[in-house]
């Protein structure tokens, strides 16, 4: 059952993230402590794929801490750019010698998108729960959120892509919506909500 995790800890130092993470788990009986709170170093993310940069931020996590950890992986990923930015959203504008920030990272999905018409794209997470550093059967699950990219910013909510994410289905972009109608229908959401039904399982 969720609640015999008690205390888990987030293989992150994203307050945004935890946030979403908290509203979600909280009611599952499961506490949420970002890994800066227990003097945990972010991890490496040397990966060409979300599940193993997932993993190695989980198993790091709970190497360090001892406890149960969470770690999500996740990212935009446009069609019209391959999948880009993908695993690398978070540092998309550091590749031609850019800063890390949400600002440069839109600013550079802008400037690749000038002239291309097809702007569907998705949001993808994936989550694993380790029990301890050795968990030969970690927890696995996954979700995606579609939409379109805008050229002008939409909100004021959220973080990331979320201005220029535009959900067809809710009329409205990311970073428009309450927290807690994001927290209905994200990636990360949908993550979580198939998390929740393996620990149920498990």
Not at 35 to 57: C, D, M, R, S, Y
Not at 89 to 116: C, H, I, T, Y
Request: glycine fraction near 10%; include cysteine; proline fraction near 5%.
């Amino acid at each position: 059952m969720p609640g015999t995790f008690g205390r888990v800890v987030l293989a992150s130092n994203n307050a945004g993230k935890l946030r979403e993470f908290e509203a979600l788990l909280g009611a599952a009986g499961i506490e949420l402590i970002a890994q800066g709170q227990l003097g945990v170093t972010e991890a490496e993310e040397p990966h060409a794929t979300f599940i193993e940069n997932a993993l190695a931020k989980a198993r790091h996590a709970a190497q360090s801490t001892g406890l149960p950890s969470l770690a999500d992986d996740s990212g935009l990923c446009v069609r019209a750019l391959g999948g880009a930015p993908g695993v690398y959203s978070a540092r998309f504008a550091q590749a031609p010698g850019g800063e890390k920030s949400d600002a440069a990272n839109n600013a550079r999905l802008m400037d690749e998108l000038r002239g291309v018409a097809d702007r569907h794209a998705y949001y993808y997470c994936v989550l694993v729960l380790m029990r301890h550093a050795d968990d030969p059967e970690p927890l696995v699950a996954e979700g995606r959120w579609h939409g379109e990219i805008l050229d002008a910013p939409r909100g004021a909510n959220g973080f990331g892509y979320d201005p220029h994410f535009f959900v067809p289905a809710l009329g409205a972009s990311a970073a428009e919506l309450e927290p807690a109608v994001k927290n209905t229908h994200s990636h990360r959401a949908l993550a979580l909500r198939a998390m929740l039904a393996r620990l149920m399982e498990a």
